[in-house]
């Protein structure tokens, strides 16, 4: 009988190497969703570069509507998104100068993945 299965009090025992390897294992299954996405994500910061299956969503308030065409046009020419939506008439409220301000902006949204 060899050291490790001589240890377990218990006949027909697993070796404790069994248990560790099983238990690397699982753990190994049960983490790598949230692995593979925090590595994509430090490639993608890292390199500079889009890294396929990551998501992005952009969403961009622009004074008037030929603004918003202008900037939607430009992002899909270079094929840096997907699709743009352009939805009229946005209300905001932000500080400016200590002060509270309110506009009327194009909310331009992009998506890409």
């Known amino acids: 009988m060899d050291r490790l299965g001589s240890r377990c009090p218990l006949p027909g025992c697993p070796r404790p190497s069994v248990l560790l390897c099983l238990l690397i294992l699982t753990a190994s299954f049960l983490t ?48 840096l998104t997907a699709s743009v939506n352009i939805l009229p008439k946005a209300s905001s409220l932000y500080y400016w100068n200590g002060e509270i301000e309110e506009a009327t902006e194009i909310l331009l949204v992009g998506a890409s993945f």
């Open 32 to 79: 790598y969703p949230m692995l593979r996405t925090l590595s994509q994500q430090l490639l993608s910061v890292v390199t500079g570069s889009y890294v396929s299956g990551t998501y992005s969503i952009v969403f961009v308030n622009c004074p008037n509507e030929q603004i918003a065409r202008d900037i939607a046009r430009a992002i899909l020419d270079k094929k």
